[in-house]
């Protein structure tokens, strides 16, 4: 599916505090510079209803519950995101550039909740009929180093306020992702000064483009 849509779909992942949205400002305009329509959405949300879940995920008030029901709760946001908002971009033509997406879901549900791969394999293939990134940005640093960053932005959500040891295994899963798909996922040093960091997106976002280009 994910070669008949007529747009590109691009992911930014990483933990907390790694740089996701000032670089994703960055390749808006990169893209836009280039003559992109660009539609920039995150997840979870991205539309109005998912956006409803999103804060039930995020809300550090939240009564806990079980690692199923945060996936399932993710999947569906990425349901409604899929069908309000990525979909229609790609099909006429946009690229989309989407903070964080199912890689995410590997990274904190399965290497960080425990939650089978299997399982979350599964309701991928379901729900996303073989769409999947055409590039992925995973901006990578030290744990201590992101978290630390991440509380000087003001108080944490759900996530941001978990234990040392989970986000050493969301990335670990991420780099695990990162192994595994290198055509794919294109790993970025984000504890590199922002120029450096920007240098190397510059460049897996040029390859795309040449690639697209040389498709037309």
């Known amino acids: 599916m994910k070669d008949e849509v007529q747009g590109k779909f691009i992911t930014i992942e990483g ?4 740089g996701k949205s ?3 400002a960055f390749m808006t305009r990169l893209l836009r510079s280039a003559g992109k329509e660009v539609v ?3 997840e979870p949300g991205g539309t109005p209803f998912a956006e409803r879940i999103r804060a039930l995920l995020v809300d550090p008030d939240c009564d806990p519950c079980t690692p199923d029901t945060e996936l399932l709760l993710m999947f569906a946001s990425r349901a409604e995101h899929l069908a309000g908002k990525i979909w229609p971009a790609l099909e006429r033509g946009a690229w989309v550039v989407c ?14 909740r425990g939650i089978e791969s299997g399982h979350i394999g599964a309701l991928e293939a379901w729900l996303q009929k073989g769409l999947r990134p055409h590039l992925t940005i995973l901006l990578d640093a030290d744990v201590q180093i992101g978290l630390e960053r991440a509380g000087k932005r003001g108080e944490l959500d759900r996530f941001e306020r978990e234990e040392l040891q989970f986000f050493d295994r969301v990335r670990a899963g991420y780099l695990d992702i990162a192994q595994r798909e290198p055509e794919r996922v294109k790993v970025v ?3 590199s000064a922002l120029a450096r960091v920007q240098e190397q997106i510059g460049r897996h976002l040029a390859a795309l483009l040449e690639e697209a280009d040389a498709a037309d």
Do not use: K, L, P
Request: glycine share 12%; net charge negative.
């Open 15 to 18: 933990i907390e505090g790694v």
């Open 22 to 24: 000032t670089n994703i």
């Open 40 to 42: 920039v959405t995150r």
């Open 99 to 112: 903070d964080r997406f199912t890689d995410a879901t590997f990274a904190y549900q399965g290497a960080g």
């Open 189 to 191: 040093d984000a504890s």
